[in-house]
Structure formats: C-alpha cells, structure tokens
C-alpha cells in the first residue's frame, strides 16, 4: 500500500510503518516490540529519518497498532508531517508524491 497524502501543504502523510510479516531481508518484526518502543519514540519526538539513515525530515504525529488489511496481520499505522525546511525534505516529499516511498 502506498502513503496517502492527508493534507497536501502541511505535508501529513499516512501510512504502515511495519507490519509482521517477513521483510525484504527476511527478517521478521515482532509486533509485541513495537507495542513497548512506540511510547518511548514518541516522548522521544517520534523522529522519522529517511530509509534508515540518520537524515530528519519529519516527525510522527500519531500510530495506531491495527490489522493490515491485505496481510490480517498487526502493523503501526503512522500519521507523519514531512518537514519543509531544507532541500532534502523538498526531494522527500516529492518522492512520496511520485510513489518512491511506500512506507
């Protein structure tokens, strides 16, 4: 599933930031973990970073754990504002637009 643009100029993006289920590197993500560490990153400032990088260009507003309706498995379901103060949140939010993200 793709992001979907909420608010087009405040840059509110929503989407699944993991789900569990196997990832590309065969990895499985408990959701049990993600249950505990989600109130910890957001009083940390819920920091989104771009592809594991230690780039910031945005913060999570809100997550919801729920059920993935393609997989019936739980996920964090994230509402996320973009940032817009340098170039390279300008390249994000672009490539969010364009469909490059997917999550």
Known sequence: MALEVLNQND???QGWGTVEIKDKQNELLPIEEFKKIMPVIMDRGGVVTDSHSNR?????LNYEIKKHPETGK?????????????PL?????QAIK????TG
């Not at 910031?56 to 999570?60: E, L, Q, R």
């Open 11 to 13: 840059r509110i993006i």
């Open 56 to 60: 910031v260009i945005g913060k999570i």
């Open 74 to 86: 739980e996920g964090v379901f994230l509402t996320v504002k973009i940032f817009d103060d340098y």
């Open 89 to 93: 949140d300008d390249e994000i939010w």
């Open 98 to 101: 364009d469909g490059e993200y």
